[in-house]
Structure formats: C-alpha cells, structure tokens
C-alpha cells in the first residue's frame, strides 16, 4: 500500500502528523487499516518500519523530558524483552520514567514513576535516551513483578542478552534490604535463559509454587537413538510432558494439526501431556493443571 508522503520515515507523534497536514480522522483511519502503528501513547511509526530497540528508543524520547530515566517494563520493552500483559498491548500502557534526584520527575499524560536513586553504572544511552541497564532492569522487575512475571523477566534477560546467574547474583548485594530483594533472590537460582517465552516461564513457576519439582526445559524426545521431538517442559523419567502454547504459534489450523499429531504420538508412547494456555491461571485452571501433573508425576513414580 503506498504510504501517504506526510507520515514520517521515523517515530512520530500526533501533533507532528498534525503539522504536517495530517488530520486526527486520517491518522485513526491508517492505524486501522494498517499503514499506521501505535509503538507508545501518541507515538506511531509507519508500518513497514523494522521493529528495532533503536526505533523504540527514537519513540521514546519524543516524549520524555531530558532529565528522566527510562525504567521497569519500558526500559525491558526498548532492550527487546516484553513484561507488558496481553491486555496491556491493546491500550499501550504507560512509560514507566524515573527521575534522577534533584530533579522533578514526568509529570504528562502517559508517563509514570518517581524518584530514584541510580548510580552512573546504572544508566546508559540508546539511541539519545537514558535507560537503566540490562542488569539493573532485570534485577528491578525480579523485585518489582509479580513472582511468574519476575521469573519471565529474568528468563528473558538471560535468554536475549546472556546474563548470566552469578552476574545477577553479583549485583543483588547492592539491594541490600530493598523491597522484594528475597523474591529476587529465590528467583535468580531458578532463572533459565532456555525458557522460550514468558508462558514458558510463568507455566514452570506455577509448577514450583505448586510443589512440584523444576521441570527439564527443552527436551528432546529421541525415537531409535534420533531426536524426533523437543518437549518445552518435561519431567523424563516419568515421561510427563508440560507445554505451553502461546497464541502467537499455536492458534493457526496448521500449528493446531502439528501439535495434535505430535502429541498423539508422545500419548502412544507412553508419555502423558498436559497443555496449558494463557487461560489456565485463574485460581481454579491453575488447581486443575497442576493437580493433574501432580497425579501424573505420582503415578508414574
């Protein structure tokens, strides 16, 4: 589709669509067809623009004030790792902001946050915007978020930038008494970078609360001596499966015809599979699934 000559080749907001000769009723008009994303409130960017941490941190800064820090789950969001609810993605929820003390903090629609004390090493440029680093984010949202979201943070830092636990475990000693610091604790020794998405994460910590023991993640299932089929979670000596399917890959016909072959044939060998969604942690979905893996595990023990 051709884009019309006024939408910018770079993150935009709407008063600069404004004066450009773009009405508000136009730019509704292309968000819904299409041409048009929202990255962040009142930010849009064409939609054949590479997603890139550069392009969100370009969005960004067109409106942050220059003496706020970019923190939490947008700080996560700019170094390529989500924390943000499904829920959240449809109405883009606000940028978390901290300001340096000394200084006032954002004060606009769209921005959240406070003080906080950070140290230089604390805070580094990208792409002309002051973000707290990939250590301090990840340590932040382990003590911020709620435990399966604090282990999917975690899960992702590691997985996309390498972290690793002694160099989380390192850096704890300077939260010393913060708030949520014994969460963050406990969680950094269960941490996996392996872990493939945040339902990945969140279905093994709701396995651990629930007593169980840690699942093996990424297992390979081998018929004959080859590898045939890798398992998310797994618990292999008692050939219990435990997947997590993801609206992103699993919803399409095609993804559901693959999953049900490959699951028949796990069944047929003897292996038991259980399959959870996004919908399986209500309080009662959640007493359901991990009391079935429960009795898996006990009978085949």
Known sequence: MMLPPEIPRTPFT????????LSRHRLD?????????RVLRNVYVR????????????AARLVLSPFVVICDRTAAWIWGVDTFAYRELEILPPLETYALRGHTRARREGCEGGIRDLAPEDVCDVGGVAVTTRLRTALDLACKLSRRDALAALDGFMRVHGLTRP???????????????VQARQLVGLADPRAE??????????AVDAG???????????????????LDMAYPKSRVALEYDGRE????????????????????????????????FTPD????????????????R
């Open 212 to 230: 169980l023991p840690v699942p093996e993640l990424q297992w390979w299932v081998h018929d004959g001596g080859r590898p045939v089929f890798r």
């Open 47 to 58: 939609a054949d623009a590479a997603d890139s941490q550069l392009l969100r941190a370009q």
């Open 249 to 280: 890959f699993h919803e399409r016909a095609e993804a559901q015809a693959r999953d049900e072959a490959r699951r028949r044939w796990l069944r047929e060998h003897g292996w038991t599979v259980i399959v959870v969604t996004k919908e399986s």
């Open 285 to 300: 979905a959640l007493a359901a699934w991990t009391g079935e893996l429960r009795d898996a595990l006990r009978v085949r």
């Open 197 to 206: 998405s945040p339902g990945e994460s969140w279905t093994r910590m709701a």
């Open 14 to 21: 709407w008063p600069q669509a404004k004066a450009r000769g």
């Open 29 to 37: 008009e292309l968000v819904a067809e299409g041409v048009v994303r």
């Open 167 to 181: 160099e989380l475990r390192r850096e704890l000693r300077r939260y010393f008494r913060r708030r949520g610091v």
